[in-house]
């Protein structure tokens, strides 16, 4: 039985088979080497960063570091498209951190992610805030596995 050079884990293909229409904007190219402590690259030139399991002391930023910090960018980016369709200007300061979580399912047989998105829309109303993050969140929701759910300030 012939190896696959290359296997798909997930793709968003899913959610445009469902029958929605869209079109692919920007394709990202990234490669790891080295595991944990290795490399990791973009195929532009713009990332080129050294890994390290969390907690090793080891120079370096671990995935769930790179993950946080791209999901919150993101977020941010769904805020954005939130405001736009309430007329709601977003703060220069909004901004989003991220607690992402690594943890080991099945009697630790398996690892899981988890991650929780903290929003921070200083100058705006607890109304227009609420409006904005739940609107973004089932924004996101609808493109990754899983849920977003906005928890109350």
Do not use: H
């Not at 736009?84 to 398996?110: C, H, M, Y």
Request: with cysteine.
């Amino acid at each position: 039985m012939a190896v696959p050079s290359s296997i798909t884990l997930y793709s968003l293909r899913r959610f445009f088979d469902d029958g929605n229409t869209g079109k692919t904007i920007y394709t990202a190219q990234t490669r790891a080497t080295g595991g944990r402590d290795g490399r990791g690259t973009s195929a532009d030139g713009e990332l080129n960063v050294r890994l390290s399991p969390p907690g090793s002391g080891w120079p370096g930023s671990n995935p769930e570091q790179l993950l946080g910090v791209g999901w919150s960018a993101c977020f941010i980016g769904a805020l954005r498209r939130a405001g736009q369709n309430f007329a709601i200007r977003l703060p220069e300061d909004a901004a989003v951190a991220a607690e992402v979580s690594l943890g080991t399912t099945d009697g630790g047989a398996g690892f899981a992610l988890s991650a929780r998105l903290i929003v921070e829309l200083p100058g705006l109303a607890a109304e227009e805030k609420a409006r904005l993050v739940a609107s973004a969140a089932a924004e996101s929701s609808r493109r990754v596995a899983g849920t977003a759910s906005p928890e109350a300030p």
